[in-house]
Each structure stands twice: as C-alpha cells, then as structure tokens.
C-alpha cells in the first residue's frame, strides 16, 4: 500500500510539472535573458499588481503591503507568465500556479 502511494505522489508531481509547462514550449524564448515576464502578461505580487513591457519588464503599482494578509480574488489575468524570485508562474483561471524553487 505504502508503494501504491508513493507511486500515486511522484504522478500527482509529474502531472503538475507538465502543466506548468505544457508541450516544453519556453514562454521567455526570444526575449532578453533578464526579461521577468511575458508582455501583456497581469499578475499580483503581494498586494501590487503588475504588467509587462514589451521587453519583458515588469511594472507594478507601489502599495505598501508588508504584513498584511493578502485579498481574496485573483492574482493574474489571461495567460500571464512571469517570474517570482527561481520560480515561474502561469495564470490558471484568475490565480497563479509556480513551480517550486
């Protein structure tokens, strides 16, 4: 039973990698190797939301945040990519979905 388990985990992991990446497509091909993100792209980080530049370049409002618990509700909009710290994110239906460091 234990084997059936872990078995069922390391699928549960390769599932959600490859959606994190469907098709081993790399949103950030073509743009500078320090672009943050995809242009168009909207997301959320902490309490800011930000946009992209059409050089990969995220902008984002400056609201003082720290330590305030975030707002329920979306965290991105369409299908936004960007990076968060060693991570990538995608927007999957209003929230973010990112791989782990």
């Known amino acids: 039973m234990k084997r059936y388990h872990e078995s069922l985990l390391v ?7 490859v959606s994190a990446n ?4 790399d949103p950030f091909a073509g743009l500078p190797p320090d672009a943050e993100c ?3 792209s909207q997301f959320k980080i902490e309490c800011n939301w930000c946009g992209c530049s ?7 409002t400056l609201i003082g945040c ?7 509700g979306p965290t991105c909009r369409g299908n ?6 060693g991570k ?4 999957r239906n209003g929230h973010s979905v990112c791989t782990r460091n």
């Open 38 to 40: 995809v242009p168009g």
């Open 66 to 72: 720290a330590g305030l618990p975030p707002r329920p």
């Open 11 to 17: 699928l549960v992991v390769i599932v959600c990698l």
């Open 54 to 60: 059409e050089g990969g370049i995220a902008f984002c």
């Open 22 to 25: 469907p098709g081993g497509y």
């Open 88 to 91: 990538i994110c995608r927007c």
């Open 80 to 85: 936004a990519v960007w990076k968060d710290g």
